[in-house]
């Protein structure tokens, strides 16, 4: 494994050039993707031009930041000006944007080098990375299994080094999921934290970007860049973005972390189990403080979930039908021509959450689906805000289970490998997924869930782990 922060202190000693970094990472791309699946679209001209640009600037002198020469990758849901982007639906197979996505304009800002666009389930609906139009991700570890969704390409690409860090997105833990199958940290901060302004939306209240890399400090150098206010996003925080490179290697002895007996079910494989109690005896040798308690904000989240968010997606792709947005299917009528264009470049999970969605939105369903879960979301955010009236972190599995074969499960089963994520997307909490520390198994994932904007105790906690371990490997 190679980290950015290595690749970072090589370029800055001028021991490797990005453009010969970069070139490597497009060669690998090149002859793993067809069976990996990662990536959807490359643009090696525009990553190579801009790896040399940082190069001239490297070798003039200029203070550069961290990530300038680092060659990575976003989701193909992140609007890029002149490259496709395409939501890994055929809906949007044409769509070239006018404009670049705020946080991948960051990024690129920083002189971050983008390779291309990621893979996807489309729409970002999906747990599995099964649903792309086009084909699927897998897994590095195991091309038999899944890679987890929705950003199934940003975690196998990191996890395959074929980018050193990538942006998913994370509604309900589609950038957590696949980091824990994947082996990889998968943060999803704080609703808000990130701008979303050119991040094509599912559920515009739950939507939000996510980082992939492999390692905390790697992860709060990306953060650095990305977090903080956009006048183009409504719903961006204004609230000032703290130094998070400065808590990385904090000290977690008195730090309070919560065991909330409901996310540890019968349903654990052993190995995630074991893999668990294990993350929880370093975090005791180090002297963080282990606190049982009850946090009863599991059950019927999963169902919120899909109400709240299908409701959303009917909303906001509502605009694909064929007259306003998107590709369009024949028809004679506009009613002719939605339903043939839905049915055409729409995939199956994609119009099965429209259909519910619009279904909870009718008026004699508000009262039965949608106020009651908006009630039980309301519920969810009070119980995690009394939790942390106790302790500082929270500690739960991210997935019941390693990474699944491809195939074999019914929709609602892959709906439910989310399960853990979901109650803190409900709530707007910073969750980050870091590999646990395993031997001779897939890998597997400990999620911890913080107070809003304290991403910076998520880094300090999951750093001190991940030095701990290191230690002994």
Not at 205 to 233: E, K, Q, R, Y
Not at 304 to 323: P, T
Not at 365 to 372: A, H, I, Q, S, V
Request: hydrophobic fraction near 40%; proline fraction near 6%.
């Amino acid at each position: 494994m190679v980290t950015l922060q290595q690749v970072s202190l090589r370029l800055s000693k001028l021991e490797i050039s990005s453009a010969e970094l970069t070139s490597a990472y497009l060669e690998r791309i090149g002859e793993e993707n067809l069976d990996l699946g990662a990536y959807l679209t490359l643009c090696p001209e525009k990553a190579l031009s801009a790896a040399r640009a940082v190069d001239s600037r490297r070798i003039k002198g200029e203070k550069l930041h961290p990530l300038a020469g680092i060659p990575m990758a976003v989701k193909d849901n992140f609007c890029t000006e002149g490259i496709p982007t395409t939501c890994a639906s055929k809906m949007l197979r044409d769509f070239i944007p006018p404009y670049t996505a705020t946080a991948v304009k960051r990024l690129e800002d920083a002189g971050a080098v983008l390779l291309g666009k990621l893979n996807l389930d489309e729409f970002a609906m999906g747990a599995t990375g099964e649903y792309s139009a086009y084909y699927p991700a897998v897994n590095p570890h195991d091309l038999t299994r899944m890679a987890g969704g929705s950003s199934s390409g940003s975690a196998a690409s990191v996890a395959a080094d074929q980018a050193l860090f990538s942006l998913g997105s994370d509604t309900g833990g589609s950038v957590r999921l696949p980091a824990s199958f994947c082996g990889v940290v998968g943060m999803k901060p704080t609703y808000g934290r990130i701008s979303r302004y050119g991040m094509i939306a599912f559920a515009s209240s739950l939507d939000t970007v996510g980082i992939v890399t492999h390692t905390m400090w790697d992860n709060a150098v990306v953060l650095s860049v990305l977090a903080g206010a956009d006048p183009m996003d409504a719903t961006c925080s204004l609230t000032p973005v703290p130094d998070y490179l400065a808590s990385v290697s904090s000290p977690v002895k008195g730090l309070r972390i919560g065991i909330p007996k409901e996310f540890y079910t019968d349903d654990l494989t052993p190995n995630v189990e074991k893999a668990l109690r294990e993350v929880m005896e370093v975090y005791r040798s180090l002297g963080a403080v282990l606190c049982p308690m009850s946090l009863p904000v599991t059950e019927d989240s999963l169902a919120v979930y899909h109400i709240l968010s299908s409701a959303e997606a009917a909303s906001n792709l509502g605009r694909y039908d064929g007259v306003r947005f998107g590709a369009r299917g024949a028809g004679n009528t506009p009613a002719e021509i939605s339903q043939n264009t839905k049915d055409r470049f729409l995939g199956g999970e994609v119009q099965a959450r429209i259909a519910s969605g619009a279904a909870y939105l009718l008026e004699e369903n508000l009262d039965t689906y949608y106020k009651p879960a908006l009630e039980k979301q309301r519920f969810i955010k009070t119980a995690f805000a009394e939790a942390f009236q106790t302790v500082d972190l929270i500690l739960a599995p991210t997935a019941t289970c390693e990474a699944p074969r491809t195939g074999g499960f019914s929709r609602s089963e892959k709906r439910a490998f989310d399960r853990f994520t979901v109650p803190a997307s409900l709530a707007g909490l910073p969750s980050v997924s870091i590999p646990c520390k395993t031997e001779d198994t897939l890998p597997i994932g400990f999620q911890l869930v913080a107070p809003a904007f304290r991403e910076d105790l998520l880094y300090r906690a999951g750093d001190a782990y991940e030095r701990e371990v290191g230690r002994h490997a």
